[in-house]
């Protein structure tokens, strides 16, 4: 087949007959498959394309000892990576078009780990039981489709044969589906951007796209601002707008939607230009207003929704996060600029609204301006509030001076 097999990842030894059903149901819809074995124990249903043996070599033990030692966490964690490398291997040399998989939690977090080593845009279809909770880990930053089985994964019934026929039908059209080719492939640029800092980054980025660009935002949630990192290593991007730098506060200050220690790095590590600003910096992120820490219950919260509750950053928060994102933007070795928004960095940070905090802020600019040191970055203020229009377009129009400055050099 010129369109590529669609890879089964299981362990037949447990699951043997559900996915001989998807094989089949892939099959006729003329389609190839080639199925990797993942099972450790007991006899396959049926033969594999790749054994488990083969797999277990390849996440460093051998498939006898791992049998030995009958240690089911150890097993996973082989398994696991052996999977992740057979399947890297077999998409970059060309064989596979696509990956599903079926489990519970031991046989999702095998399959959809090795479904993380793919691209963003080759399908993944997971059929999980744990598919109704949270599923961070298994999805990571890449496009994994996550189908709840609602029954376990247990024979071929009036019910789970509908839902594996779903999801067997579903990878078959991701496969054999072809995109609408855009006309014009236009140079891309990332943006980043909360609820709160909403009208800038819409402002901003339709000004960029009526000058040629094509934008791709980013909701800065944890997982969003580590797709979008992931994505600026990736090459294809020509300048960031990180306008929302909140996941910062989530970081430093154990809130629910950190991305890492390691936000704010790509751009310089790929050597493009950015204009960053410090958008929704006021705030951390906790569940509801029930799951806000002891320690936090006096301090000034906001209810955003019935799941999500805000936390106003104090003054000494601020000076700290002020030079965290200082010390990233030191990294660059190109122009870039820091916009800073004088007059607010959110929605609810503006006089009146329930985290204007002139103070905090002051305390956060006055750090940025101590700490950026970097003579490659441009520190920008205007006396503006984040969401007005002339700071988003004065954002807009930055970046694309310094990407066109970028191409001359």
């Avoid at 229009?389 to 129009?397: E, N, P, V």
Wanted: aromatic fraction near 6%; include cysteine.
């Amino acid at each position: 087949m010129t369109l590529g097999e669609i890879l089964i990842v299981r362990t037949l030894d447990t699951k043997g007959e559900e996915f001989a059903y998807i094989k089949d149901i892939i099959e006729n819809n003329r389609i190839e498959t080639v199925v990797m074995d993942c099972g450790v124990k007991g006899e396959p249903f049926f033969k594999a394309e790749i054994s488990n043996r083969e797999v277990a070599e390849k996440g460093g033990v051998p498939l006898e000892k791992l049998i030995r030692e009958d240690d089911r966490g150890k097993a996973i964690d082989v398994m696991m990576n052996g999977a992740a490398r057979v399947t890297e291997n077999l998409y970059e040399s060309g064989k596979i078009a696509g990956v599903i998989s079926l489990g519970g939690s031991a046989g999702t977090t095998i399959a959809t780990n090795a479904m993380q080593t793919l691209p963003v845009g080759v399908p993944k279809v997971m059929v999980s039981t744990v598919a109704s909770n949270n599923i961070q880990s298994y999805v990571g930053v890449k496009d994994v489709t996550i189908m709840y089985s609602v029954l376990d994964i247990s024979g071929i019934n009036l019910f789970s044969s509908q839902i594996l026929a779903n999801a067997a039908f579903a990878i078959s059209g991701m496969v054999q589906g072809k995109p609408p080719q855009l006309e014009v492939e236009k140079p891309l640029i990332v943006a980043s951007m909360f609820g709160l800092t909403t009208p800038s980054v819409t402002k901003a980025r339709a000004y960029l796209e009526n000058k040629g660009y094509e934008v791709l935002v980013f909701h800065a949630t944890g997982t969003g601002g580590q797709a979008m990192e992931t994505l600026i290593e990736s090459g294809w991007i020509k300048g960031v707008l990180d306008v929302t730098t909140t996941e910062w506060c989530d970081e430093l200050i154990g809130g629910i939607l950190s991305a890492g220690p390691h936000r704010l790095e790509a751009a310089a590590k790929a050597g493009i230009p950015q204009v960053v600003s410090t958008g929704a910096l006021d705030m951390i992120n906790f569940g509801s207003i029930e799951t806000v820490p002891h320690q936090y219950k006096d301090r000034n919260l906001y209810k955003h929704n019935a799941t999500t509750t805000l936390m106003r950053t104090t003054k000494e928060e601020n000076k700290q996060l002020g030079e965290i994102i200082a010390g990233k933007l030191n990294m660059v070795d190109r122009p870039s600029a820091l916009f800073l928004p004088l007059k607010g960095v959110s929605g609810i940070d503006i006089e009146g609204k329930p985290f204007y905090g002139p103070e905090e802020n002051r305390a956060l600019f006055d750090a940025l301006r101590a700490n950026v040191i970097n003579y490659e970055i441009e520190v920008i203020e205007m006396d503006h509030h984040i969401n007005d229009q002339s700071f988003a377009l004065a954002m807009a129009k930055k970046l694309i001076q310094l990407i066109e400055e970028n191409v001359g050099d």
